[in-house]
């Protein structure tokens, strides 16, 4: 990219508290090229004519551009099939460098679990072109990138382009930023919103690039950024281990098969033990999630969901007492632990097949298939729900998607679930919620299995947003944080217990205790009726911790 002009304007520390000297308060980048359109100089980055002026009385003079190779990246395929790696500690040199490596040469990193970044063009001392690695055997989805930087100078400035995006229509252009920790902040936070550009790139060949700014503050540090809060397998791993360890008489984790590579493939059964051995129709409600592995919130979704089940909430206790809860947190772990973004190993989007899936080449959908029919012929057994946790890269606020049938009245009694999800979670937004019968979906969990379970069965799609939600009466959107999705997983669960009320399924004299208790962000307790103002207390933020 040819960046005719920079403009720092620094006005005191900012709060984020990446620097130990003042840092950028606001950037303003100008993109413009040799092929300078009126389009291309109207990118959103700026004035041209007084950035490219304000440039020249900073620097003595306008900055030339390195020469590179024009790159084809087309929208399908993005010339980037031959990335197939991640970079492994790339120290990135200016060209004809031949000197000993010094602070300053950043080095990226992306191999380890879910990195995700395939390649590194210098442009000039303070800028970088980065690319996506494309997921594994297919080319077509780029999106998700995870990776690290170190070897930096204290205050060193950088502008990272991540030029390769396979989509066009993105929250970055309502204000969505990426995520960055480091080794001494080690709690992800998202950028300042204005530090983060996104805009049709003239250089790359009109594609839309996402750009944003960063001034390193630690030389000792190395600093993680990444699309969305990263939650991989082996977190995933710990999380289940830890669970096991507290012996819950109602939790039961099983093996329910191997991923191509070997992963487990993890159900939960959250229940009272005695509700299984009952000879009445056991109801069950079945989750899963992470079957697209760059939709991390997914998994935070589904945390919030065990976590509150398997909690001694008092509406946890009546749910286990009369509801089975089947849960696969992760359906496609081999694509979560190689940082793809919709695929597995193999290159195939899980979410498409299952009509049929194949034990050998998609071996984790074959088995959570199997369980489901196995479930559904079973005459003691109501499968009364099943929802797949998705997260959404251009809208807003939780949603759900559902199906549409001949019949009036079952569709009116689908819409009832969203309805009480919406008055328990005010980032659940009834109006994007919809139903349809689009034939591209026709392979997902959701339209499958809303053709093969009963009238009785209803089959969810719950989105969520990658970046915000509003609230009714709000002006801007609010950032979703980790415990905002495992807030609304929490509220989830919770939804049940109005519905099974709402249809006697519930016998309201069984709900004793502090049923309109919050739940206090830990998996064994709630708050009583005096709890202050009833705060989630994983809502407060640890001492010290600042946002970006």
């Not at 980048?29 to 291309?40: E, F, G, I, K, Y």
């Not at 390193?216 to 969305?228: H, I």
């Amino acid at each position: 990219m040819r960046l005719h002009g920079i403009i720092w304007r620094v006005v005191g520390r900012h709060p984020c508290g990446w620097g130990s000297c003042a840092l950028v308060a606001r950037l303003h980048l100008l993109v413009t090229s040799n092929h300078s359109s009126r389009a291309a100089a109207s990118c959103r980055l700026g004035n041209a004519r007084s950035a490219s002026q304000a440039c020249v009385g900073l620097y003595g003079g306008t900055m030339e551009e390195n020469s590179r190779e024009h790159l084809d990246t087309d929208n399908e395929t993005g010339g980037e099939d031959g990335l197939v790696g991640n970079v492994n500690k790339l120290m990135v040199t200016p060209p004809g460098y031949t000197g000993p490596p010094k602070k300053g040469h950043i080095v990226f990193d992306a191999c380890f679990e879910s990195g995700n970044l395939g390649r590194v063009d210098y442009i000039s001392e303070f800028e970088f072109d980065l690319f996506i690695r494309p997921d594994t055997c297919n080319p077509r989805f780029r999106v998700w990138f995870n990776f690290t930087v170190e070897n930096v100078r204290e205050t060193q400035r950088v502008i990272f382009n991540i030029v390769n995006f396979s989509k066009t229509k993105s929250l970055y252009r309502d204000g969505m930023s990426p995520v960055v920790k480091s080794t001494s902040r080690p709690k992800w936070q998202r950028l300042p919103a204005k530090n983060v550009y996104y805009y049709r790139c003239p250089d790359h060949r009109r594609n839309y690039v996402m750009s944003f700014a960063f001034c390193f503050d630690r030389e000792d540090d190395v600093y993680q950024f990444a699309y969305c809060y990263p939650y991989t397998y082996s977190r995933l791993q710990h999380y289940l281990a830890s669970l096991e360890r507290r012996n819950l008489d109602y939790l039961l984790r099983e093996q329910l098969g191997l991923s191509v590579q070997q992963r487990r493939l993890d159900l939960l059964t959250i229940t009272n033990p005695a509700h299984l051995n009952q000879e009445r129709e056991k109801r069950v409600v079945f989750l899963t999630a992470r079957v697209h592995p760059g939709e991390s919130p997914a998994s935070f979704i589904c945390q919030g969901v065990i976590d509150f089940l398997v909690s001694q909430h008092p509406i946890a206790q009546v749910l286990r007492d009369h509801v089975i809860f089947k849960i696969v947190p992760m359906l496609n772990p081999d694509g979560v632990f190689l940082g793809n973004y919709r695929c597995s190993l193999m290159g195939f989007d899980l979410n498409r097949h299952w009509q049929d899936p194949s034990p050998w080449a998609h071996p984790t959908l074959h088995a959570v298939k199997q369980l489901i029919v196995q479930m559904n012929q079973d005459p003691k057994v109501s499968l009364e729900f099943y929802i797949d946790v998705h997260a959404h890269s251009t809208m807003m606020n939780g949603f759900m998607y559902g199906n549409v049938f001949e019949e009036e009245e079952r569709g009116q009694r689908q819409a009832v679930f969203p309805q009480l999800l919406c008055q328990n979670a005010p980032d659940f937004s009834l109006s994007s919620t919809s139903f349809n019968r689009d034939m591209v979906k026709a392979g997902t969990g959701r339209r499958f299995l809303g053709g093969l379970l009963d009238d009785t069965s209803y089959c969810y799609t719950l989105e969520v947003s990658f970046y915000s939600y509003m609230t009714a009466g709000s002006t801007s959107p609010v950032p979703y944080t980790e415990d905002g999705y495992m807030k609304l997983g929490r509220n989830v669960a919770r939804t049940f217990l109005d519905y099974y009320k709402l249809n006697n399924l519930i016998d309201e004299s069984k709900l004793t205790g502090h049923i309109n208790s919050p739940f206090d962000g830990t998996s064994t307790s709630y708050q009583g009726n005096n709890a202050g103002n009833g705060k989630v207390k994983g809502d407060r933020k640890p001492h010290g911790v600042r946002d970006y």
